[in-house]
């Protein structure tokens, strides 16, 4: 159906101001990071500053902690995004190749584990990782994100490998290749656009946690990103600047990791949309 010229003016309209809405916040923490400390404090909602400075950068840049939290951020994230993908390939190709008993509450176990709220697995995690002793330590963060992100990448996982044409793995087996070398020369290539795809949702998920790692680290030089970002506030303020700089100096890994794989992530996520 043809949509007239006064539809499209609407929809284009109605668009345009959506955009706005949820793009006004991302540019007023820009905008905010380069204002002087007097222009942050003033009632005006000055959408143009005009005086910009470097020097709330430069101020939390300099705060304490800023490169060990980052390489502890670095460290948990990328280390659940890597264990969440390599057991996701490996459960998921099963899960959707091979027909056994068990499969089908088993995923229904990996839907429920999905939903879950993470709010609501802090009591159990807490008292697992206490009896574990890794309460304070690294790899009690990583290994909760890495449970927090498998359900998710399993699922996606399972939607990419059931797209794969199963002709290709039969076509590979008849050349020669056994069943695990059919799987690493072709399912596991044409896997690259759903990889891409649950890892940006794994590294953002990890990347933004805080509850876990404000509870569990109690060492400051054992935190992470957005525990430090709290230290902007005190009870003698808020240091605005610092914090707003600070955000966006913490939001460039997780945009430059998405840059570098956005192309894939369409390509995947419109895939990915087609099984489940």
């Known amino acids: 159906m043809n949509k007239t010229k006064g539809q499209r003016i609407a929809l284009n309209t109605a668009g345009v101001v959506v955009a706005v809405f949820f793009a006004f916040p991302t540019y007023w923490l820009l905008t905010s990071a380069f204002k002087p400390s007097t222009a942050l404090l003033t009632p005006d909602y000055d959408l143009l500053p005009l005086s910009w400075t470097f020097d709330n950068f430069a101020s939390a840049w300099s705060k304490p902690g800023f490169l060990g939290h980052l390489t502890n951020s670095l460290i948990v994230t990328v280390g659940a ?68 992100t498998l359900p998710f990448t399993v699922w996606t996982l399972r939607g990419f490998v059931q797209g794969i044409p199963y002709e290709l793995e039969e076509a590979a087996m008849v050349d020669g290749c056994g069943r695990f070398a059919a799987f690493r020369r072709v399912v596991l290539p044409l896997l690259g656009p759903g990889i891409v795809a649950t890892s940006v949702f794994a590294f953002i998920t990890a990347w933004n946690e805080f509850l876990y790692a404000l509870v569990f680290m109690r060492d400051k030089d054992k935190q992470t990103l957005p525990v430090w970002l709290s230290t902007f506030k005190t009870i003698f303020g808020t240091d605005w600047g610092g914090i707003m700089a600070a955000s966006v100096m913490y939001a460039l890994p997780a945009l430059v990791f998405f840059l570098l794989v956005q192309r894939k992530l369409v390509s995947g996520a419109t895939a990915g949309a087609l099984k489940g």
């Open 81 to 148: 995004v890597l264990l969440s993908l390599v057991a996701g390939v490996l459960a998921a190709f099963p899960l959707a190749r091979l027909r056994f008993r068990g499969r089908k509450g088993f995923l229904l176990l990996v839907l429920i584990a999905q939903m879950a709220p993470v709010e609501a697995l802090f009591i159990p995690m807490f008292l697992l990782m206490q009896d574990a002793g890794l309460l304070n330590k690294l790899p009690s963060l990583l290994l909760v994100y890495f449970a927090i």
